[in-house]
């Protein structure tokens, strides 16, 4: 059975050393995620980085990161999974690692599309300029957000205002609980909890949006690749018209600013949410990762 331990703090420059190697993929493998959300472990084996999850109440191994022979790998994995008693789910996969599982493993997998995990990847010039006619409509709503808030500003998260942006946030859920008390915010307000004790640690980039003082969002991101940023978190006040969009815009211009080299902005998933896919759409990404699953078949199972 692979020895996988909690993934700490203490392990973010080992497993970045990983994740950091310039292959685009999805925002599971940033460390921030793997550090922030739920039961993660990983651990490091025949030279690749290797992790078991929660998914959906359901154990999980995200297709494992790393150089060099992918075999000896995955056949731990298999044989891990068997030694648990657990089916062999291997999530986050692409087509390139259809292809790798197809050829090591003929005919002993099925594979499931996701389209409601897929990331949707923007390019950051496009979210900094909101130029052109395919962004009338979000500059004219963030120009009206600017008529309504025309003193506005913006600063880093920091100690001085964390204290304002976690009672806004904390309002934020107390609204969504109250408006669908059979949504399970728990988890995402637990991860945020911990991003607002460990960003620094975590060298998170944390974006505040005021206005006269009066924190009306906030966003929260991490360099997920050598030319990628992951917006991990973004709250805006639920009263206040084009909040989301100013923050948006504002984060954009914030990180080009700050690391020329970021060409994109992977802003995550729409976990099937029509609302939240009409939103993400409507800024026109630049591309989507593929996050499917791969089964292994077993006898006596039907999938």
């Known amino acids: 059975m692979i020895d996988f331990k909690p993934v700490t703090l203490e392990q973010r420059e080992l497993y970045e050393s990983y994740l950091l190697d310039g292959t685009e993929r999805g925002c599971d493998y940033a460390f921030v995620n793997l550090y922030l959300w739920g039961r993660q472990r990983a651990t490091i084996l025949h030279?690749?980085?290797?992790?078991?999850?929660?998914?959906?109440?359901?154990?999980?191994?995200p297709y494992p990161v790393g150089s060099g022979d992918k075999k000896p790998v995955?056949?731990?994995?298999?044989?891990?999974?068997?030694?648990?008693g657990i089916t062999c789910r291997i999530n986050g996969i692409n087509s390139e690692q259809k292809a790798v599982l197809d050829e090591l493993y003929p005919g002993m997998f099925r594979y499931h599309y996701d389209r409601d995990s897929y990331d949707y990847v923007y390019d950051i010039n496009n979210l900094?300029?909101?130029?052109?006619?395919?962004?009338?409509r979000k500059r004219n709503?963030?120009?009206r957000f600017r008529d309504a808030c025309p003193n506005y500003t913006v600063e880093p998260l920091s100690e001085d205002n964390i204290a304002s942006v976690r009672q806004m946030t904390d309002k934020w859920y107390e609204i969504r609980q109250q408006e669908n008390p059979q949504s399970d915010y728990h988890l995402e307000r637990t991860s945020l909890t911990k991003a607002f004790r460990d960003y620094k640690e975590l060298e998170m980039e944390g974006l505040v949006l005021l206005n006269e003082g009066e924190v009306l969002a906030v966003t929260l991101g991490s360099r997920i690749s050598h030319n990628t940023f992951d917006v991990h978190f973004e709250k805006a006040r639920w009263d206040m018209d084009g909040a989301y969009t100013a923050i948006n815009y504002e984060f954009a211009r914030h990180i080009r600013d700050k690391y020329p080299e970021i060409a994109y902005l992977n802003r995550e998933e729409d976990m099937g949410l029509e609302g939240l896919r009409r939103a993400k759409e409507s800024y026109h990404p630049h591309h989507l990762i593929e996050k499917d699953w791969a089964i292994l078949l077993e006898e006596g199972y039907d999938y």
Request: hydrophobic share 40%; aromatic share 16%; net charge positive.
């Open 47 to 61: 030279n690749h980085m290797v992790m078991f999850s929660q998914f959906n109440r359901r154990s999980v191994y």
């Open 74 to 84: 995955l056949d731990a994995i298999i044989a891990d999974a068997k030694e648990r």
């Open 128 to 136: 900094a300029d909101l130029a052109g006619k395919k962004y009338q």
């Open 141 to 143: 709503h963030y120009y």
